[in-house]
């Protein structure tokens, strides 16, 4: 079984600090990488997506790739309490179908 | 904006009762899929369709399950015959273009199924 991994935390941080979040993942082949937010009781959000080594940046938020290491992160800029919430990592599998999640990160953004 | 929709919010069975979960993907999308998620337990996959077939399921996905695209809007899940295990979130999910390497897979609100 691919394994996608992430600290359940949760993780505390001030309001407008940055939040640093991340995952790693056991498939070499995995290409392709998703963040995803989930407030209690509801359903995953995309933030954002990268598939290339590097950084990509899309308003506050920055997704970070590192496929050598396996290693992927979640960038929070300026945090806001709303944005307290759970923080799923997630990789596509090598079929291109379906989303393997990790178990998510809890983040706490305390004002 | 467009969105997926799941009905009913919240579905309580006995065990044994077979069950049928509905979801209205988004209009333009090809591609379906049903995740679920036990209270505390991470997002699993169960099951992708694509052209009125299961394109891949997962090890959760057994003869227990199926799905089904009855007309042109909607999509559904049934467990044929519930097992207290089977209470969970169920979420849908549709793309528009199914090889995801930068298809963004948009979740429904999701159905609770609680089995007594």
């Known amino acids: 079984q691919k394994e996608v991994e992430q600290n359940s935390g949760p993780l505390s941080v001030p309001e407008g600090a940055i939040a640093s979040l991340n995952c790693t993942y056991s498939?070499?082949?995995?290409?392709?990488f998703f963040w995803y937010r989930q407030y209690s009781g509801k359903s995953p959000e995309l933030i954002m997506f990268?598939?290339?080594?590097g950084d990509k940046e899309d308003g506050r938020f920055t997704a970070q790739l590192n496929k050598a290491s396996q290693y992927v992160s979640l960038l929070i800029r300026d945090s806001q309490p709303s944005d307290s919430a759970t923080y799923l990592c997630a990789v596509i599998t090598v079929s291109g179908y379906a989303l393997n999640f990790g178990k998510g990160t809890s983040l706490l953004v305390t004002p | 904006e467009p969105e997926v929709t799941q009905t009913p919010s919240h579905q309580v069975t006995q065990m044994g009762q077979e069950v049928i979960l509905r979801c209205v993907p988004i209009s333009n999308h090809l591609y379906f899929y049903w995740y679920r998620q036990i209270l505390g337990q991470k997002v699993e996959f169960l099951v992708s369709f694509y052209n009125n077939e299961i394109s891949e399921k997962s090890e959760i996905f057994d003869d227990q399950f199926s799905v089904e695209r009855p007309d042109g809007s909607n999509f559904t899940l049934k467990i044929r015959s519930t097992k207290l295990e089977d209470s969970a979130m169920y979420f849908c999910?549709?793309?528009?273009?199914?090889?995801?390497?930068?298809?963004?897979?948009?979740f429904g609100p999701g159905t609770r199924l609680t089995v007594l």
């Open positions: 999910a549709s793309t528009a273009q199914g090889q995801g390497a930068t298809d963004t897979q948009y």
């Open positions: 498939d070499r082949g995995s290409q392709s």
């Open positions: 990268i598939y290339s080594n």
